[in-house]
């Protein structure tokens, strides 16, 4: 049964991205996204998200959302 188990490698970028961000000093929300390359076997970085962050209600307005969401286009 180990014969047909096949394990991904982590790409060596991937890997850095990973250490910079569990050692990052920002306390605001992050994402990073990951995927496996079927092809190449390996797990690679799909994509990286910085959370947006305010600190009062009165912040988030109609204009700000824009701002913050035009980042997706």
Known sequence: MSDSLVVCEVDP????????????????????????????????????????EIRTTDDLTEAWLQEKLSFFR
């Open 13 to 52: 970028e991937l890997k850095e991205k990973l250490r910079q961000f569990r050692f990052r000093k920002e306390t605001d929300n992050a994402a990073i996204i990951m995927k496996v390359d079927k092809d190449r076997q390996m797990v690679v970085l799909e994509e990286e998200f910085q959370v947006f």
